[in-house]
């Protein structure tokens, strides 16, 4: 049986690869808009994701980047490559 | 969001980025006296950011042959490749290539970067996977969007993490091709090649290197780092550029697959513009020759290389790689990069300055690319240049005290 991990867990695991680039201390939510609430670069974003993969074992495919938006758009893309076991 | 609000906050990053005192990505080069000296504001200036890497803009041959060609065939071609825009030279350039490479046939491209472009977005489609290395040049990410293929990033240099990757992709039925780079432009960090030929013959992929920065640079022939590692057979495409150590403008890919040739009619970038002029053919067949029968500029490439490197690792400097023709010395944080590439300059060197998200990891960098051009004598100015103005401390790099400095800032 593999255990599930919660979309929950997920998200506080996403929020704290996440501080390094919250300057101004902002509440992180599901709806925070990575790119544009966050102080990250585009390339910034590139290496928080593998990062996230390598946690997870899982490829996001750069294609799916158009569509991450909110923390909450990352949780599901990782929620459906399978990686919240 | 308007159309336009984008740029919102570009003037107050420009405007901070030009407190420094030159604008590093806008320097203007009044005058170029050689291959490694240029005046800038009216200063002479060791050039010592180019990618000139045997030093042939200025090699009375290639001169010659791009005159002869101007006045021969013309100043272009005012056409594209598939309509009036093939000449005889360009179809003996791309023998020559092909020749020189050591593959059956080539492609020529009005420059490296459409030779991406043109090359990925022909091989691979939808439903195909891609595979690129973390730190490929932005040419290889915009071709790859192009062909609409599913893009995986791996991490820079390893073969582990792409084996993991293609593991957990086996039985899902795509074509798989991975890019690669020989000589990394930023870090000059090169490719574990032999190590991603086994992955790649592992996983029964396609293995792709953009030999840019590696050509003429390394190898027996000078046909890049695939060359020098013993892969070439293994490697199903290989591109380049004319516009680094040939000296010209222009990029091309080879391979040996039969189908390779027939990409010409559907690669876009290579059938939707014009072809490149003809003085251009001339100066790169030039130069192709002189990479042929000069393997002494490799070498003298070399021996300035490992002296730049040798020089800055002594005085204490963090550097990215080990010693190659790209020589980056990674600094705290931007502040200080452009504070000290301004200093730099006034000293009378130009390197290149390198920040997020140009580079990778988020690093701030003051690149130098060395030529085998450059005497000796500029090598050890470009070093003492460097250790003037930079403090010898490995872990913060940052610039030495106001004493004896040249300030940047005009006071
Ligand atoms: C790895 C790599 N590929 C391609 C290019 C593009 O080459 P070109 O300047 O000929 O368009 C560059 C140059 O910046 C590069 O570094």
Redesign the pocket.
């Known amino acids: 049986m593999v255990t599930q991990e919660t979309d929950d867990l997920v998200f506080h695991k996403t929020c704290d690869l996440l501080k390094p680039y919250n300057k101004k201390n902002i509440a992180l939510t599901m709806d925070t808009d990575i790119a544009t609430e966050l102080e990250i670069d585009s390339v910034a974003i590139l290496d928080l994701i593998m990062e996230i993969e390598d946690i997870y074992g899982i490829s996001i495919p750069m294609n799916l980047m158009a569509d991450i938006r909110t923390i909450g758009n990352l949780v599901r893309a990782i929620h459906d490559l399978g990686g919240n076991k | 969001m308007g159309l336009l609000d984008k740029y919102s906050a570009f003037p107050e990053r420009h405007k901070t980025i030009l407190q420094g005192g030159h604008d590093p990505f806008n320097v203007t080069i009044d005058q170029v006296k050689s291959a490694t000296e240029v005046v800038i504001n009216g200063r002479d200036v060791i050039m010592a950011g180019s990618n000139n890497y045997l030093g042939l803009t200025f090699d009375p041959d290639c001169i010659e042959a791009g005159r002869q060609a101007l006045a021969t065939h013309g100043t272009g071609t005012t056409g594209s490749r598939i309509a009036n825009g093939t000449y005889s030279g360009h179809q003996s350039l791309e023998n020559n290539i092909a020749k020189m490479m050591g593959c059956a046939s080539a492609l020529v491209y009005p420059?490296?970067?459409q030779a991406?472009l043109g090359v990925i977005a022909a091989l691979a489609m939808k439903g195909d996977t891609i595979l690129i290395d973390a730190d490929c040049?932005a040419?290889?990410y915009d071709g790859c969007l192009m062909s609409g293929a599913t893009i995986v990033r791996f991490r820079h240099n390893s073969p582990e993490d792409l084996d993991r990757r293609l593991q957990n992709m086996d039985g899902e039925g795509s074509n798989k091709l991975i890019i690669v780079?020989g000589l990394y432009?930023m870090f000059g960090d090169i490719a574990p090649l032999k190590e991603f030929v086994e992955v790649k013959k592992k996983h029964g992929a396609f293995l792709y290197v953009?030999e840019?920065?590696s050509l003429g640079v390394f190898g027996d022939h000078g046909r890049g780092l695939a060359e020098q590692e013993g892969v070439s057979q293994d490697v199903d495409f290989i591109v380049g550029?004319?516009?680094k150590s040939l000296g010209s403008?222009?990029?091309f890919c080879v391979s040996n697959h039969a189908e390779f040739p027939y990409m010409k009619f559907t690669s876009r970038p290579y059938m939707f513009t014009a072809s490149i002029s003809p003085a251009t053919i001339g100066t790169v067949n030039a130069a192709i020759e002189k990479i042929e029968k000069h393997p002494e500029l490799r070498e003298k490439l070399w021996s300035n290389a490992k002296r730049l490197h040798e020089g800055l690792q002594a005085a204490g400097l963090k550097l990215s790689a080990p010693a190659s023709p790209i020589v980056s010395v990674e600094m705290s944080d931007e502040e200080h990069a452009i504070a000290s590439w301004n200093r730099i300059l006034n000293e009378g060197v130009y390197v290149n300055l390198a920040i997020p998200p140009g580079t990778p990891n988020s690093k701030s960098l003051l690149r130098s690319s060395i030529s085998a051009a450059h005497t000796t004598a500029q090598i050890d100015q470009i070093t003492a240049a460097f250790k003037k103005v930079l403090r010898p401390n490995p872990d913060s790099h940052i610039d030495a005290p106001q004493t004896g400095l040249v300030s940047a800032t005009p006071e």
Do not use: K, L, P
């Open positions: 420059s490296g970067y991406n040049h040419c290889i780079e432009s953009d840019a920065h550029t004319f516009s403008i222009g990029g």
